[in-house]
């Protein structure tokens, strides 16, 4: 029963473009929510985060949007390098002590120049 | 300043034996997580380690344990291995014990049970 869903496995885009990729969630008690990008052979690594008051919280090319009423989340990346290509993971926090993260499975973006 | 280290890189194991995975945190932080990531699969949450103490258990087996020492360093320990134990284990060094605070992950350690 996954609590985070990326359903889409793999994106292709164009350098230059825009990269939307997409996040839903089934509970409503998930407080904070986070975006990790991962290299082959490295750890994630944090990207942007977006806390369960706001709808959209921007740092340079990221920019995340929450739809708390769709339980729905996405990250836009604008505009799209080769250097992007990597899996991106979504990350739930619930509301309560610890620090524990609830992942999805990740979406593998590929950047063509 | 270094940042999260795990050893060993990679390690292969037979079924039934045991394993030690270590980790150690950036300088200053005081908390530690495990997480399992299977191939094809996210990150899932195994335990989280504050000072010395276990604040969070995911929904693992007894035959997974953990501790963290008072240099805030973290062994992670599997026991009777299974051929399903095969994954990344990736170790997240946190400021604290709190939640919102950014977690920073170390490379991990490719276990493999053959």
């Known amino acids: 029963d996954q609590q985070v869903k990326q359903n889409s496995p793999s994106l292709s885009v164009q350098e230059g473009r825009i990269s939307i990729l997409n996040c839903d969630y089934t509970n409503s008690m998930f407080d904070y929510f986070l975006w990790y990008k991962k290299y082959p052979a490295e750890g994630p690594t944090f990207l942007i985060s977006?806390?369960?008051?706001?709808d959209k919280n921007e740092d340079g090319r990221f920019t995340v949007f929450l739809n708390k009423s769709a339980k729905h989340l996405s990250l836009h990346i604008v505009p799209s390098q080769p250097g992007d290509s990597a899996v991106y993971f979504c990350?739930?926090?619930?509301?309560?002590?610890?620090?524990?993260?609830?992942f999805g499975k990740g979406t593998t973006l590929s950047v063509s120049s | 300043d270094a940042g999260v280290t795990q050893s060993p890189t990679h390690l292969i194991k037979t079924r039934g034996q045991h394993v030690t995975l270590r980790c150690s945190p950036i300088?200053?932080?005081?908390?530690v997580s495990w997480y399992q990531q299977v191939l094809g699969q996210g990150p899932q949450f195994i335990f989280q380690y504050y000072e010395k103490e276990e604040r969070g258990r995911g929904n693992f087996p007894d035959r997974f344990s953990a501790r963290q020492f008072p240099n805030y360093s973290s062994e992670l320990n599997v026991n009777a291995l299974l051929l399903g134990d095969s994954a990344l284990y990736l170790c997240?060094?946190?400021?604290?014990?709190?939640?919102?605070?950014?977690?920073?992950f170390g490379p991990g350690t490719r276990l493999t049970v053959l």
């Open positions: 300088s200053g932080h005081k908390s």
């Open positions: 977006i806390s369960s008051i706001k």
């Open positions: 997240a060094s946190i400021l604290s014990g709190f939640s919102y605070n950014e977690q920073f």
């Open positions: 990350a739930a926090q619930p509301n309560q002590a610890g620090t524990a993260l609830i």
